[in-house]
């Protein structure tokens, strides 16, 4: 039987992989894609995005449908305990997928990823079309990755410790060490000479043969990601990245808390999240909202000090109407987090 050709796209948090992958998803044409979803943190919020793109992604945590969902745990930390037996099943089905793609957490390494696939149990029944890594233009334009790991610790952590690791650039340099195709995501937030900047940038860290297409949305083609017939297992391990020589790694340096708030007001919680962050060393926030009276979900997401939100669809009959969300940073306590922000949102 065939191999299922399996696309992995990674980037740093909220450099837009999933809304490319919706894209992706509502423009299939025909194609049958089944998609595994890894989210770093307690509740699968990317995974809930998905399953609002009306291409049957409705299973409600089943893995035998189109919708994988792997929580709690970065691939290529549990690639052995959740990703091989997934794969597994989905073999069980190739006759019925014509194409894989696969969403990593932010916070994933994507060569270990790869490399599974050199597993026997996986080699025969899957290659790895192409890494797709997507990139954060504007974050790039401002800064966010040196070439200096120190002076990243210094900007991003505010930490005059010139030893302390800097886990983050050194991520988004593997990232891009181990990419097929660079998309440059968010450009319509640049001019021109900062595109080129962040451009140059990115062509310094990626492999010469690399292609770098610009973005808005994550608005691609589907052809333009799909079918690039790489057989990435084949050739990742002349990649060199910064985490060849570990054993093993962890993600120590992040941590991730899920809170349940009680929100009376959109723009009174995106002031008040942004007062979190620049009190707090927060990356990422994202999560779903209730507000009294709105028949539809609004969906809050943030890249450090920049948020976003927007109503994605009506609140299912019989569905909990709940605020939570997920922080994901370094040294935070959900327990101070819950109160001030609650305090905020509370006061007035």
């Known amino acids: 039987m065939h191999k299922i050709p399996a696309t992995i796209v990674t980037g740093f948090l909220g450099a837009g992989k999933t809304t490319l992958l919706r894209h992706l998803l509502t423009h299939a044409g025909g194609r049958r894609i089944a998609v595994i979803v890894n989210e770093f943190g307690a509740l699968g919020i990317d995974g809930e995005l998905l399953r609002g793109c009306g291409i049957g992604c409705d299973d409600e945590g089943r893995d035998d449908g189109n919708l994988v969902e792997l ?74 990755f040196a070439d200096d790991p120190q002076a990243v610790d210094l900007q991003r952590r505010a930490d005059d410790n010139l030893d302390h690791e800097s886990p983050l650039a050194e991520l988004f340099a593997d990232q891009l060490a181990t990419a097929d195709l660079v998309v440059l995501n968010k450009t319509d937030a640049l001019d021109a000479a900062a595109l080129a900047t962040v451009e140059a940038q990115v062509r310094a860290g990626a492999p010469a043969a690399v292609k770098l297409l610009a973005a808005q949305h994550g608005r691609l083609a589907p052809d333009v990601l799909l079918g690039l017939g790489r057989a990435v297992e084949d050739s990742i391990d002349a990649r060199r990245t910064h985490h060849d020589e570990e054993e093993d790694h962890d993600h120590d340096e992040f941590d991730s808390v899920a809170l349940t708030l009680e929100v009376t007001d959109r723009e009174r919680l995106l ?72 305090q905020t949102l509370s006061a007035g």
Request: charged share 25%; net charge neutral; glycine share 6%.
């Open 271 to 342: 002031q008040a999240l942004a007062a979190l962050v620049a009190r707090h060393e927060i990356y990422r926030a994202k999560g779903f909202v209730a507000l009294p009276g709105a028949a539809m979900r609004l969906v809050v997401q943030g890249v450090g000090a920049r948020l976003d939100s927007h109503f994605d669809r009506a609140w299912r009959p019989g569905e909990a109407r709940v605020s939570r969300l997920v922080l994901i940073g370094a040294e935070l306590d959900a327990a101070v987090l819950q109160r001030e922000l609650q």
């Open 71 to 144: 929580a709690n745990g970065c691939l290529c930390c549990t690639v052995q305990e959740e990703f091989a037996p997934v794969m597994e099943r989905l073999a069980e089905r190739r006759d019925r997928i014509d194409h894989l793609v696969i969403e990593t957490s932010g916070l994933a390494l994507p060569k270990p990823l790869v490399q599974a696939f050199q597993w026997p149990t996986l080699r025969h029944a899957f290659t790895v079309d192409a890494v797709v890594t997507v990139v954060d233009a504007p974050a790039v334009a401002e800064g966010r």
